[in-house]
DNA sequence: GGTTCACATGAACAAACGTTCAGGTATCGA
DNA sequence: TCGATACCTGAACGTTTGTTCATGTGAACC
């Protein structure tokens, strides 16, 4: 084989594991065809990462990085509640459409493997501005008067459903606009404005 | 061990499977951990099951008859789209929050193992009543106007983002009644009548 | 040329897995 | 008591896996 700089060899590995454990999950991922799909041999992996446990968290950790830099970069310049809310739910349908393999692995094993706590950190981290937006909305007299912690709740999840079939299903697609539009104005024609 | 029947036998394995399968991936779950479970030798489980896969196959296809046949049975009472739509989010909810180990399964494995075609055929199979409903009430003059299959496929993907976080965190709780009157009303304070 | 260093290899090992199978046991009708 | 039947066992086998390590190679410096 060529001879590589180190920083090329881990770069590759990190993009063929992300590759493998998307499509098989980690359980089923296994190190030589990480191995095969970054060119490199199954003893060079663990040059550059101590376990296949240490490789998949600095996976995660990276990408989580990324997302929050991405969310963290659009908020805070728009003015109203709802160019904030709308904002907010572009930049997350983008980030999942471009980086398909981390949503399902992100979703995949939440839960169940190991770092738990970062995973629950993380999500708690993900609703915070959302519900900053809401409440914003609702002083500026933008949004109805809510719960905004449940409705936060109900967006986000919402949003993660949504990320989880257009990732799993090619033929959902569900754009910005129309996600955004449909948390606006809901269903009802008149607008509920019988309820509270 | 005490002599059982096959039947009795049949369903400890089924239910100590559904608890392995959901806590650890059908990859990683392992059958002598199943077995233990079940009070049942490895080889035990070899008389009821040809293997790993048809014992994970014969789980799902019944949870899923079961679900079907639940929703199917509170459809077509209601009068109003809007309580029909109210019964469907409650009776997904309900289910969820009963089966949480099913819904994890369901969730994690989709469109990775085996059966996929199934898998979107039952997708489909539980988007149509929802469509159905919301076309119902466009043209009873409930729901305001909009495209039903885009809309439908929103709150299905929504309402599987709201059981998957329900079923992943303990503390997070959306009740049917508030996550009905969301997605009827939206957050718009005006109910959004400046829009087509 | 010799030495050092960063990078790379893949046979080998131990553990864990799904599966098989030769045999074992309780129950019951005859 | 004697099969016959239904149910059950767990050692054993072959395979796959994560990981290690003795060894190899090219480039850079002296």
């Known amino acids: 084989m060529n001879k590589r700089s180190g920083i090329e060899s881990k770069k590759r590995i990190i993009n063929a594991a992300l590759d493998v454990f998307s499509m098989q999950g980690y359980a089923k991922a296994n190190m030589r065809e990480i191995a095969k799909i970054a060119g490199i041999s199954i003893g060079g992996i663990y040059l550059y990462f101590k376990n296949k446990e240490e490789l998949y968290k600095s996976l995660i950790n990276d990408r989580r990085r990324d997302l929050f ?12 509640a709802t160019e904030s809310l709308s904002n907010f739910l572009t930049t ?13 692995l992100h979703i995949r094993e939440h839960g169940f493997s190991f770092d738990i706590d970062k995973k629950r950190e993380f999500f708690r981290q993900q609703i915070k501005p959302l519900e900053k937006i809401i409440i914003k909305g ?5 949004f ?24 799993l299903d090619d033929d959902v697609v569900i754009t910005p606009k129309i996600l955004t539009e449909f948390i606006l104005i809901g269903l009802l024609k008149n607008g509920g404005e019988g309820k509270k």
């Open 69 to 80: 830099n991405n969310v963290a970069a659009t908020s805070g310049k728009s003015i109203s």
């Open 92 to 104: 997350y349908l983008e980030y999942a459409l471009k980086h398909k393999e981390f949503i399902l």
């Open 138 to 142: 609702i002083h500026s007299g933008e």
């Open 144 to 167: 109805r008067k809510c719960n905004a912690k449940d409705i936060a709740k109900i967006i986000m999840a919402s949003l993660r459903g949504v990320i989880l079939s257009m990732a």
